[in-house]
């Protein structure tokens, strides 16, 4: 079957516009989580989703950044007033539940560059 | 403090040999799960392996194995027979927590470990 899916592939904006990540994930699963990645770097949580609720959003650096998912399929990452800083690789992953020993199966990220 | 080390940035290993990639914990929680990625320079992510705090065993998966010494909070990936395509870098990550509560789904993720694997 499918995998998860991110959209745009490739995103590069100048600095204070804002910008939409879109992640779609494999058909059944229930939770959804939001990774960032900068150069080199670890992975860094921002938020994850059982269904359409966020139970843990502490990894989300400021208030310009916030997601939402509906349906409990689509999940959108928005980022408001780009900086520089806010350049990384946005991955999403989605698993059956949260949790437990449930593999998080990972999209190809989203590559952002804020000029 | 650190919940995920990993100390070795990066490992050189001959094809064919097996390799240790090492991996410690901080957690005060009981119930806790350990997880190794995979990440070729291609960016995907690939699940490896997973050991659950109170499993009595040493996970394995084919070439991969876990070297999990509860007491020392150490999670060492094992990769026997090393092949070329082995090569990428390798993240340990743990999720913590009781299940229900806010954070059961977060993993926490170690700065991973470059492998290359020489012919």
């Known amino acids: 079957g499918a995998g998860v899916s991110q959209s745009p592939s490739n995103k590069v904006t100048e600095k204070g516009k804002d910008v939409e990540l879109r992640c779609d994930p494999i058909s059944g699963h229930t939770a959804l989580y939001w990774y960032r990645q900068s150069l080199g770097q670890g992975l860094e949580f921002l938020i994850y989703f059982q269904g359409n609720s966020a139970p843990d959003k502490s990894g989300l650096p400021s208030d310009r950044f916030s997601a939402e998912r509906t349906g409990g399929s689509v999940s959108t990452l928005t980022i408001q007033r780009t900086q520089q800083e806010d350049s990384a690789v946005y991955l999403c992953?989605?698993?059956?539940?949260?949790?437990?020993?449930?593999?998080?199966?990972f999209g190809p990220g989203t590559r952002l560059t804020v000029l | 403090a650190q919940k995920i080390t990993q100390t070795q940035p990066g490992m050189f290993v001959q094809e064919k040999e097996a390799v240790t990639l090492d991996c410690t914990y901080d957690?005060?929680?009981?119930?806790?799960?350990l997880f190794w990625y995979k990440q070729p320079s291609s960016g995907e992510m690939i699940f490896l392996i997973y050991q659950g705090s109170y499993d009595e065993q040493n996970a394995t998966e084919g070439r991969y194995s876990l070297n999990f010494q509860k007491a020392r909070k150490s999670a060492n990936l094992v990769i026997s027979a090393s092949q070329l395509g082995d090569s990428a870098m390798y993240f340990c990550a743990m999720r913590e927590g009781r299940a229900g509560g806010t954070s059961y789904g977060k993993l926490t993720f170690g700065q991973g470990t470059i492998l290359t694997v020489h012919p």
């Open positions: 992953a989605s698993s059956t539940l949260a949790g437990g020993d449930n593999e998080q199966f």
């Open positions: 957690t005060s929680d009981q119930s806790y799960g």
